[in-house]
């Protein structure tokens, strides 16, 4: 199969569809053509799915763009997480938990019919990001809320299609008369340190036979990609002050020994693994250069290819801090406070996945083009617009970003796929996500993501046979390894939530329940 590209020419290595993150790779426009050339037989489900979702295209719509124009950072989504509760209740589901796992906007919803049937969940999140405020124009202008918090991430549109799957999935599944459980996790904080992990280790992904989510990006595509598994630690140094130019002899640089754990990190490089990537900053360095600073932090991120790799890279870090303590006769703690787990693909769910999005209209207006060109434009990008088609399934490797849905991955058979919500070549966390997250680019992405998943959770429920396929690749993946939470034991929530959030933990009373339920 050969594969053409829109003028101006691109060169030899662009040519090779480049596979990196779902969330960021950059990938060149393919012609239709290709699409013409994977046609699959559409699931016999996939009219069905279309349907529901177009009974609840409103709520869905609603969330997207309600969730856009106020933006919240990680922790804060007082409103956010609101907006997906409101059209949750409306639709009949029973609200679980709130305050789930100890993080006051995470959530917990769930619909059940009939007695037993298997229990499928999704994973909206609805965290934006910081200096990404933008409106819905093509070129870098305020948003609702100022530059200062964005939707650069696509987080409005993920929680919406999310959210939305579960209403449409309630639908097909009265229609159909099916026994089933439908859970929708409030997934708050994925940008910094995301519930799911907090849930995985509750045991709250435990019963599900499977779980479905996706990620806006620039194309249109799933397959066996991993992400990393990562630690992050805070490396902190103390020290002894003193006037840096009257006697510092008789101080203790704590930034000395931050420095010097900076260059044992690099002097690590040359020993590790291709998979390895070690990125840190220093969070705190000294307030003023006459006096000798006595304290210093390093902030450092740990990835790797699973877990064993992880830790075995984080052990090595310890030492390195150590050293440089010893070195500079400082004191250092290291806080290891936050980790995620691999990405365990599932080839029987990226298959189911794949179909659905085959059978989907694919559509840009010739306005969306303009729009996404005009970005492009901005940011000097080749002018290739929308990606038109459905990419072939993706092969198996493992790339340098994690994600939380690592750690629901290792707990239940978890499918995940992207579609098109920005132009091709445009990354995350940059201003035109935002933009086309306002715009009906957003509102497209958002109906065709919740379609897939409800065409595939329905698929789920009524298919003990591709339950069952799910649950053995899952099975074959894990390979007998046994989920052990990458949170401290004594790590009870994140750091960062705002105080009056914290009244709205109430989750201890309902896990309690849900262990005594435990066999």
């Not at 010739?366 to 990008?381: H, I, P, Y």
């Not at 690592?406 to 201003?431: K, Q």
Request: glycine share 10%; charged share 20%.
């Amino acid at each position: 199969m050969s594969f053409e590209f829109p003028n101006p020419p691109i060169d030899s290595l662009r040519r090779k569809l480049l596979i990196g993150s779902l969330a960021s790779t950059a990938v060149w426009a393919l012609m239709p053509a290709v699409a013409r050339a994977q046609d699959v037989a559409a699931p016999a489900s996939a009219k069905t799915a279309r349907d529901a979702v177009e009974t609840v295209r409103e709520a869905i719509l609603r969330i997207s763009r309600e969730v856009w124009n106020t933006p919240e950072l990680s922790l804060h989504e007082e409103h956010s997480s609101e907006i997906h509760l409101r059209e949750l209740r409306a639709a009949g589901f029973t609200i679980v938990s709130t305050g789930t796992s100890g993080i006051p906007t995470a959530f917990l919803a769930e619909w059940t019919q009939g007695e037993g049937g298997p229990k499928i969940g999704f994973l909206p999140e609805y965290d934006a990001l910081p200096g990404l405020g933008n409106a819905a124009e093509p070129r870098q202008v305020p948003g609702p809320a100022g530059v200062e918090v964005g939707h650069g991430c696509g987080h409005n549109m993920l929680g919406a299609g999310c959210t939305g799957a579960a209403l449409a999935l309630k639908k097909m599944m009265i229609d159909g008369g099916h026994a089933g459980t439908i859970r929708v996790y409030g997934c708050a904080a994925e940008e910094t340190e995301g519930a799911k992990v907090y849930m995985a280790r509750d045991g709250l992904f435990d019963d599900l036979d499977a779980a479905l989510a996706w990620h806006p990006g620039p194309m249109n595509a799933t397959g066996l990609l991993r992400t990393a598994a990562v630690n992050m630690l805070r490396v902190r140094y103390t020290g002894r002050s003193a006037h840096a130019g009257v006697d510092p002899w008789e101080g203790r640089s704590a930034l000395k020994g931050a420095e010097l754990f900076g260059t044992g990190v690099q002097f690590m490089r040359e020993h590790l693994k291709p998979t390895t990537r070690l990125h840190y900053t220093y969070t705190d360095g000294g307030g003023a250069p006459n006096v000798i600073p006595d304290t210093a932090e390093v902030l450092i991120m740990i990835r790797d290819q699973d877990r064993t790799e992880v830790d075995e890279v984080t052990a090595w870090v310890r030492d390195v801090a150590s050293g440089a303590a010893t070195s500079t006769q400082t004191t250092v703690a290291v806080d290891h406070f936050f980790g995620m787990h691999d990405l365990l693909p599932n080839e029987t769910l990226v298959q189911r996945l794949h179909d659905h999005m085959t059978a989907l209209p694919l559509e840009w207006t010739e306005a969306e083009q303009v729009f996404a060109k005009t970005c492009q434009r901005e940011m000097g990008l080749p002018e290739a617009g929308l990606m038109p088609i459905v990419m072939p399934i993706l092969p198996e490797v493992t790339i340098g970003g994690s994600t939380d849905v690592g750690d629901v991955s290792y707990n239940t058979p978890t499918g995940l796929f992207a579609i098109a919500t920005m132009p091709i070549g445009v990354g995350l966390h940059t201003w035109p996500v935002t933009a086309c997250g306002g715009t009906s680019i957003g509102d497209k992405s958002s109906i065709l993501s919740a379609t897939v998943m409800a065409g595939v959770g329905y698929d789920l429920i009524i298919d003990a046979d591709l339950r069952a396929a799910a649950r053995a690749d899952f099975d074959r993946r894990k390979a007998g390894r046994k989920y052990v939470s990458p949170l401290p034991k004594d790590r009870v929530r994140p750091d960062g939530i705002p105080p009056h959030l914290l009244i709205r933990d109430g989750f201890d009373e309902f896990i309690a329940g849900y262990r005594e339920k435990q066999p």
